[in-house]
Nanobody, 119 residues
């Protein structure tokens, strides 16, 4: 599975951005897609995810501001980010995963895309 992320940039506090992640390769094996982010000096953290069945999950810090969606026909996931705050500044990584036998999962990662929110 290969993931291509796009859509990052510089935006003022309170502004919006939309990230896209296009999947290719063995996409039939994917159970879900999502986004993680990593700010300077911090560990990578979960942001949002969506399963092939449409179940969405969000980090508490972005609930009500970010919306994840998926266009299955295009094998693409989107992250609409509204009311951005300075603390949202990070490199955002696209993720796809498949569940494996035994309850584990295999993760695939795209390249990061920088999101910078100026206050």
């Amino acid at each position: 599975v290969q993931l291509q992320a796009s859509g990052g940039g510089l935006v003022q506090s309170g502004g919006s951005l939309r990230l896209s992640c296009a999947a290719s390769g063995s996409i039939f094996s994917i159970n879900g897609m999502g986004w993680y982010r990593q700010a300077p000096g911090k560990q990578r953290e979960f942001v949002a995810s969506i399963t092939t069945g449409g179940y969405r999950n969000y980090a508490d810090s972005v609930k009500g501001r970010f919306t994840i969606s998926r266009a299955n026909a295009k094998n693409t996931a989107y992250l609409q980010m509204n009311d951005l705050k300075a603390e949202d500044t990070a490199v955002y990584y696209c993720n796809a995963y498949r569940v494996v036998l035994g309850g584990g999962r295999s993760d695939y990662w795209g390249q990061g895309t920088q999101v910078t929110v100026s206050s």
